[in-house]
């Protein structure tokens, strides 16, 4: 019935009536050091392909991170699930 959340400059704590949370962990991809080895969008997401598989050979790429993520916790799993099962595909290969 409420959030208690703490402003990390400060320690500072806020109270907040709620009645449903949703998750969002953060609003830019942390993937600043890839600028100089794959195409970044814009807003810092690496392009994949369907399989999730960047310009390099065995790097991948999923969730928030990707260009074309919904960003969306099911999809972010799902992208994680593709990913993996690429990357076995790659590595049996």
Known sequence: DRAL?????TDKTYEFPMAAAF???GFHPNTE????????????????DIH?????PMVY???DA??????QLGA????GIT???AAFHDLSN
Do not use: N, P, Q
């Open 5 to 9: 959340v703490r402003d990390l400059k």
């Open 23 to 25: 998750i969002y962990v």
């Open 33 to 48: 050091y890839l600028s100089d080895l794959l195409e970044l969008d814009s807003g810092g997401h690496v392009y994949t």
């Open 52 to 56: 999730m598989r960047t310009a390099i």
């Open 61 to 63: 790429a999923c969730g």
């Open 66 to 71: 990707r260009a074309e993520s919904t960003r």
């Open 76 to 79: 972010a799993v799902g992208d």
């Open 83 to 85: 990913a993996a099962l």
